[in-house]
């Protein structure tokens, strides 16, 4: 029986690459032409739900521990589970009041018929905001408003959906930082009749005023203190 003679070396180096290998720990490997083989359609859809799936659940997880120490760290400053609930419903409200908020922003910035910070005094907060019908040619009424803010943190720009709503029916409306008077909401509505008793006040007793409180036509105090 004739023997054959021993393979070349690039042809000792194929027949290697063919077969399986073991590692060290005597474990099959498979050949370089196996795992090269083309995986069967639809094999890659499930691991990559599977790992979308994974994501998720991490995601969720991590929410829940987050939201796990912030209460139980409110909890050690003193804030109830009561207190923690009236601010997360509050957060859940300004969320689902949030779209109207843009709206009324995008407005108050771009729209044509808002005219913002009008210094109308020497004070740094002597500032106010017009809101201006569309059709402006003839005399038209004026209502100043004063918006609320605990006393202290009251902005002109609060009054921003109230000033488009009253321009839209033809009425100019001036927002106003706090100094003047007319009509007010909450905070403001407070001050507002604060101003008007003290003018009444200063009239009454003859001391010299810069308007009178008579030049009012009405006073409009919205959910006052």
């Known amino acids: 029986m004739a023997m054959q003679p021993p393979p070349s070396g690039d042809d000792a180096r194929e027949a290697d690459a063919l077969l399986p290998r073991s590692d060290s720990a005597g474990r099959r490997r498979s050949s370089p032409v196996q795992s090269a083989s083309p995986r069967p359609p639809g094999s890659a859809g499930p691991r990559r739900q599977s790992s979308f799936r994974h994501d998720v659940g991490h995601a969720a997880c991590e929410t829940y521990l987050v939201t796990r120490l912030t209460f139980t760290l409110l909890q050690y400053l003193g804030l109830g589970y009561r207190w923690m609930r009236q601010l997360l419903a509050l957060a859940i409200y300004a969320i689902l009041l949030m779209p109207g908020f843009l709206q009324v922003g995008y407005y108050y910035f771009f729209s044509s018929q808002v005219r913002r910070s009008i210094v109308y005094g020497e004070q740094p ?3 106010l905001d017009l809101y201006i019908p569309k059709d402006n040619r003839r005399p038209c009424p004026v209502v100043a408003f004063v918006t609320g803010g ?4 009251g902005y002109k720009a609060w009054g921003a959906l109230l000033g488009r709503r009253l321009a839209e029916r033809g009425i100019l409306v001036a927002c106003i930082d706090y100094r003047i008077y007319l009509m007010g909401q909450s905070a403001g509505a407070h001050i507002s009749a604060c101003a008007l008793m003290e003018q009444a006040v200063k009239e009454s007793s003859g001391q010299p005023i810069s308007w ?3 030049q009012i036509n ?8």
């Open 212 to 214: 009178s409180v008579t």
């Open 218 to 225: 009405a006073y409009f105090g919205l959910s006052g203190g």
């Open 150 to 153: 605990a006393w202290i943190i």
């Open 125 to 127: 907060r002597n500032r």
